[in-house]
């Protein structure tokens, strides 16, 4: 089966811009997960969905951040502005619904912010 | 606050040797413990978690809940098992807390 695909890999930009992250899940996966993966730390849960709906977005950024998973398939997030400390990678991960913990990572799209 | 902490950045064993690596939570309540493992130049992918009790790739996890650990053990490392590995603990497959991760390095 394919895997999750994010889009695009790496992304460079200055800080104050705007800059948005794609993923698709594993076709049929029930939850979408976004998490920030700075350098030498692991991965931070910024969001959790159901299908359409929002499970935890207890540690998502609302001042800046945002993500929607339209009709329950992919899924953006979004940072405006950005600032320096969101240099990360940026994970997109996928699950069965009667398997969270079965999570499918993908690809990663690096952000740098200079 | 749910936390999950992995005391070493850096393992170093010989190819042979038993492999432990440490980890530790915080948790009030009864989390879902996991262990992931991201090879090089692969992706993040689930190894092991506490319910199942299994054995993958010769790696097991016992879950200690009075000492609040959730060490992963291997009796005779491979070079193949050389790994960034990260602990992480749910609750009811909501709210994931990785640990930040321990590199194994398994010497020829």
């Known amino acids: 089966e394919a895997g999750v695909a994010q889009s695009p890999r790496y992304k460079i930009i200055e800080k104050r811009q705007s800059v948005a992250f794609w993923c698709n899940p594993i076709s049929g996966h029930a939850t979408l997960y976004w998490y920030q993966q700075i350098l030498g730390q692991g991965p931070k849960l910024l969001i959790q969905?159901?299908?359409?709906?929002?499970?935890?977005d207890s540690q998502l950024p609302k001042d800046r951040f945002s993500a929607e998973r339209l009709k329950g398939v992919d899924s953006t997030l979004k940072i405006q502005p950005a600032k320096l400390e969101d240099s990360a990678v940026y994970l997109c991960a996928s699950s069965p619904y009667w398997a969270p913990y079965e999570q499918y990572f993908g690809p990663g799209t690096r952000l740098t912010v200079t | 606050a749910q936390r999950v902490t992995q005391p070493e950045k850096l393992l170093s064993v010989f190819k042979g040797a038993p492999v432990e690596l440490k980890c530790n939570y915080s948790y009030s309540g009864s989390p879902e413990l996991f262990w992931y493992v991201q090879y090089s130049r692969q992706r993040l992918q689930l190894l092991l978690r506490h319910i199942s009790r299994e054995s993958i790739k010769g790696f097991t996890a016992d879950l200690n809940k009075g000492e609040t650990s959730f060490h992963l053990k291997k009796p005779f490392a491979q070079e193949e098992d050389s790994a960034m590995y990260y602990c992480?603990?749910?609750?009811?497959?909501?709210?994931?807390?990785f640990g930040p991760g321990t590199r194994l390095s398994v010497l020829p």
């Open positions: 992480a603990l749910s609750n009811y497959g909501q709210n994931f807390v």
């Open positions: 969905f159901q299908n359409n709906g929002v499970v935890d």
